[in-house]
């Protein structure tokens, strides 16, 4: 499959939020391994790009701007009544010649403002002259702001932004914007999808992040904990690890846990992580849901800048830890919007996460000099499950924590690419 995107950028400026829009839709469609071409304008300025637009396998292809060896003058026709100059037509040709070329061997087309835009009106023209040259060419336009209701007299070519476009399935950002983008154009709602623009946090973490996103999924989970911290019994990663298999077991959705470990000297570390693993398996994990770094390429730690930008993926952090002077991390998770659940019987986690309105569990620790062991009746499983369906319960009533989860499911690049994009270019 040949995509091709035509945006008629003049210069990319990260100001500009359609840049951002298209930056993410070169990413998805270049993960998937599909042949892109990139059309600009033609006095595009090299010099303006940036990150994934400086990506080798971006074909770039500059469509005509000039006339008779003079730069083509764009003008706003957002007036249905506006004037027509004598040599509009004459350039809308040229620019259709040009775009026949720059299509040529396309099998999908996406449109950015191009049908909707007065601004745009040239390219609009030009572009249905075009297609009669190419009649195997399937189009996808986006509209990035509210749909216009359509004049009642407006005459060709000016009625160009409000008639069908032929073999073209027309993109609202959201559900609401389906009704009014059908009636702009006069085509059943049927002709119209819903593509959300995504956000990628990927591309504002350390690269240590995005280097495991590579190997394990950090977006999909409903629950997703991060625990850093030095691989040893004493911190406690088993019961992290058996929390998290009751919450998944208690609830009906997915969970994953990062360990962020490094090493210990008190323990032998395979031993001990398949320790924990078999821990997580038993309270209700599966294999997959447990992940530590030290096993995907950072056998010494993770960085701890990428530690923190773990935190603004995750919802909950949970720390049993055994002991803690001053729990540093705490902050670092709950400055992050995490759902805190600490080990009460800790003095310091106590204190703090009185203050942060923490959820408190009890588990073995060391009290102000002395050692404290817990008991659990019935069991430690219905202990867990006892707090894990009051975390989900939390998890769904506070906003923020809420909102936070969604837009790590739902509008990832990811999710939008395998539920919304990638059907529509496959003609689902």
Not at 132 to 159: G, I, M, N, T
Not at 338 to 345: S, W
Request: negative net charge; proline residues 6%.
């Amino acid at each position: 499959m040949n995509v091709a995107i035509l945006t008629m950028f003049g210069k990319l400026d990260t100001t500009y939020s359609l840049v951002n829009v298209v930056a993410e839709q070169l990413r998805m469609l270049l993960d998937a391994g599909i042949t892109v071409r990139l059309l600009v304008c033609e006095q595009f300025e090299e010099d303006s790009r940036f990150g994934i637009y400086l990506d080798s396998r971006i074909e770039w292809a500059k469509v005509c701007n000039t006339l008779d060896g003079r730069q083509i003058e764009w003008q706003d026709y957002d007036d249905p009544h506006a004037q027509i100059p004598p040599a509009f037509f004459k350039e809308a040709d040229a620019v259709a010649d040009s775009l026949v070329k720059e299509l040529a061997g396309i099998d999908i087309c996406i449109l950015h403002d191009i049908l909707y835009q007065g601004w745009y009106l040239l390219h609009n023209v030009a572009l249905r002259k075009a297609q009669v040259q190419l009649p195997h060419l399937r189009f996808l336009s986006f509209s990035h702001s509210a749909p216009l209701s359509r004049p009642a007299d407006v005459k060709w070519p000016l009625s160009a932004r409000f008639i069908p476009l032929p073999h073209t399935t027309y993109i609202a950002l959201t559900h609401v914007g389906i009704t009014p983008l059908a009636r702009q154009y006069n085509v059943p709602e049927g002709r119209c999808r819903i593509v959300y623009n995504s956000l990628d946090p990927l591309s504002f973490v350390h690269n240590a992040v995005r280097k495991l996103a590579q190997q394990t999924d950090l977006f999909a989970s409903d629950i997703l904990m991060v625990y850093p911290g030095r691989l040893t019994p004493a911190k406690k990663f088993d019961k992290v690890a058996a929390f998290a298999g009751a919450l998944k077991r208690v609830g009906s959705g997915s969970v994953k846990v990062v360990f962020c470990d490094f090493p210990s000297g008190d323990v032998d570390q395979k031993l001990y992580r398949d320790f924990v693993r078999q821990t997580g398996i038993q309270f209700g994990l599966d294999p997959d849901d447990l992940c530590f770094t030290s096993e995907h390429g950072f056998p010494t730690g993770f960085p701890r800048p990428a530690v923190l930008d773990l935190f603004t993926l995750s919802n909950v952090f949970v720390t049993p830890s055994y002991s803690e002077l001053f729990p540093l991390i705490v902050l670092e998770a709950a400055s992050r919007a995490n759902l805190l659940v600490l080990n009460q019987a800790v003095p310091s986690l106590e204190e703090i996460g009185r203050n942060l309105h923490a959820v408190f569990m009890r588990w073995d620790a060391l009290n102000n000099g002395f050692e404290t062991t817990e008991h659990y009746q019935p069991s430690e499983q219905a202990y867990y499950g006892h707090f894990a369906e009051e975390v989900l319960a939390l998890l769904q009533e506070n906003p923020v924590l809420h909102a936070k989860t969604q837009v790590r499911q739902r509008y990832s690049p990811h999710w939008v690419w395998k539920n919304q994009l990638e059907p529509l270019l496959l003609g689902e």
